[in-house]
């Protein structure tokens, strides 16, 4: 059985992000391994955990099916959500959210174990986009092979803006020769933004609402 995995936001208050050294937080947004940032937790504050399982493949299809990102990043945080360590709740209270807190789905679907929608009002809509996209992304590609994790851009064009996050250099061109024209892009288009790059257009969060 695949082992479950933890995950912090990268805006939780707990981390302390002046403590980090250069490129970590990058490194941990790539790689999203608590251990990495497991160090610079400040004290005496805990940090929100996110506890996730590889989502089954009869209910992956269900997130599949979803009209837009958003909404597929919703359904993955849906299903791939086991517990939530450190929840605070609006009163303040500080608990665990787990199966016997969540509300499941009963008998008007054929998903097991998956949050019902009102559940997701527990949280936040940058949670719920954020998490559930680590939740795609480990669920989508090949187990036993490196995976590569994302932030949605929104998220990476105001991480870049706080300095919290570098924006990825855009490749430079090589230079012109005398005897070819002196334009700056190839002939017929113009260069792509890298898929991760902070200026590359927003993806589409219509419907995630």
Same mark, same amino acid.
């Given at each position: ?95 665990? #959210?787990?199966? =016997? ?9 054929? /998903? *097991?174990?998956?949050?019902? +929608? &009102? ?39 105001? #991480?870049?803006? =706080? ?9 430079? /061109? *090589?230079?012109?020769?005398? +005897? &070819? ?29």
């Amino acid at each position: 059985m695949p082992e479950l995995m933890r995950v912090i936001s990268v805006t939780d208050e707990a981390l302390d992000v002046a403590a980090l050294p250069d490129g970590h937080f990058d490194e941990y947004v790539r790689r999203r391994d608590y251990a990495l940032i497991e160090p610079f937790i400040k004290p005496g504050v805990l940090p929100t955990v996110y506890v996730l399982r590889e989502i089954p493949h009869r209910t992956f299809s269900h997130v599949l099916s979803q009209a837009s990102e958003g909404q597929r990043q919703m359904a993955a945080f849906q299903c791939a959500l086991v517990r939530v360590e450190n929840f605070r709740t609006d009163e303040g209270a500080i608990v665990m #959210l787990n199966e =016997q807190g969540f509300a499941r789905y009963g008998k008007d679907t054929s /998903l *097991p174990n998956v949050l019902k +929608d &009102e559940e997701l009002e527990n949280f936040g809509h940058d949670e719920l986009l954020e998490i559930g996209e680590v939740a795609f992304t480990r669920s989508f590609f090949r187990k036993r092979t490196a995976r590569v994790y994302q932030l949605p851009h929104t998220w990476r064009a105001r #991480l870049v803006a =706080q300095a919290l996050l570098h924006a990825e250099p855009s490749r430079a /061109l *090589p230079a012109s020769s005398s +005897d &070819e024209p002196s334009s700056t892009t190839p002939s017929g288009g113009s260069s792509s933004a890298s898929p991760t790059d902070a200026t590359a257009p927003e993806r589409s969060q219509q419907g995630a609402a």
